[in-house]
């Protein structure tokens, strides 16, 4: 039973060609057709580095392998890690359809720019001989905005009636 033979440079980095020999179910050196032995694989069995794969002295590490990048990166984590109180408030918008969208972008626009965020909205029944409809828009700003959120979007309203 014979098979082709790719040959390979040792994973170990001892610098032998081998090859798989099927019949021996193991590694032949692809030259002198001898079990090969690696020499560096004893080393990486004692946790020690083998001397051939160790890479020159004169070679520079990788620009992403800079110590004070890393710190820095942990720095931004750790600011980013700690958020701002938030206010969490709702607004009952009620009109037509149209209304309501121009005023859930509004506020949405509103709450987006101080910081915060839209979480969600419930739409809720009325009557539907006069064609008015309400939504509940639950939203969450920074500690201290939500006033100023009322009043622009008050403002808007004002504006646009």
């Known amino acids: 039973m014979f098979s082709e033979i790719k040959p390979k440079s040792c994973s170990y980095g001892c610098g032998v060609e081998i090859y798989w020999n099927v019949e021996e179910n193991t590694y032949f050196e692809l030259y002198s057709r001898k ?3 690696c020499p560096n694989r004893i080393a990486y069995n ?29 720095n931004n984590n750790k ?20 209304n309501i969208q121009k005023q859930y972008e509004a506020l ?15 739409r809720g029944d009325r009557e539907s ?25 008050k403002n808007y309203v004002l504006t646009v009636n």
Do not use: C, W
Not at 48 to 72: C, L, V
Not at 85 to 98: A, F, P, V
Not at 129 to 153: A, C, N, T
């Open 35 to 37: 079990k090969h032995i």
């Open 46 to 74: 004692n946790n020690k580095k083998p001397s051939a794969i160790n890479p020159p002295t004169y070679a520079m590490k990788p620009k992403y392998y800079n110590n004070n990048k890393i710190s820095d990166l942990s």
């Open 79 to 98: 600011q980013q890690a700690t958020k701002p109180k938030m206010d969490n408030s709702l607004e009952l918008l009620i009109g037509t359809i149209q």
């Open 108 to 122: 949405s626009d509103i709450v987006r720019d101080l910081g915060g965020k839209v979480h969600g909205f419930q």
């Open 129 to 153: 001989k006069s064609g008015l409809i309400d939504l509940m828009v639950y939203y969450e700003v920074p500690q201290g905005k939500r006033e100023e959120v009322k009043q622009r979007l």
